[in-house]
């Protein structure tokens, strides 16, 4: 239990970096998995506001997708933490 929270805080870390290195990048699509992932992560550590706040950031990033879009994503709150790039915390390095 104590090395599944450990990797919970470790992912949050990465995420909370990620969403302050990203801030102005306006994609729907990785708004809403990275709030997506965040809720999972706060969630399964207990904080419970903080899970409710990202989520409601991935629903407001999921009203900005295409209709088409939407139906696709919606199964990434199951999925939990995603695999991101390894330069995603060098902003210069995204495209």
Known sequence: MAESKTKFLETKQLLLTIKKNYYQYNNPSFQVE???N???CTGQL?????????????FFGRKKMPTDSKLGSL???WQGPTKM??????????I
Not at 46 to 58: D, F, G, L, M, P
Not at 85 to 92: A, C, E, F, R, Y
């Open 85 to 94: 790039p390894s330069n995603i915390l060098n902003p210069d390095g995204l």
């Open 34 to 36: 990275l709030y997506t």
């Open 38 to 40: 965040l809720s999972h």
């Open 75 to 77: 199964n990434l709150t």
């Open 46 to 58: 207990n904080q419970r506001t903080a899970a409710i706040e990202a989520s409601k950031k991935q």
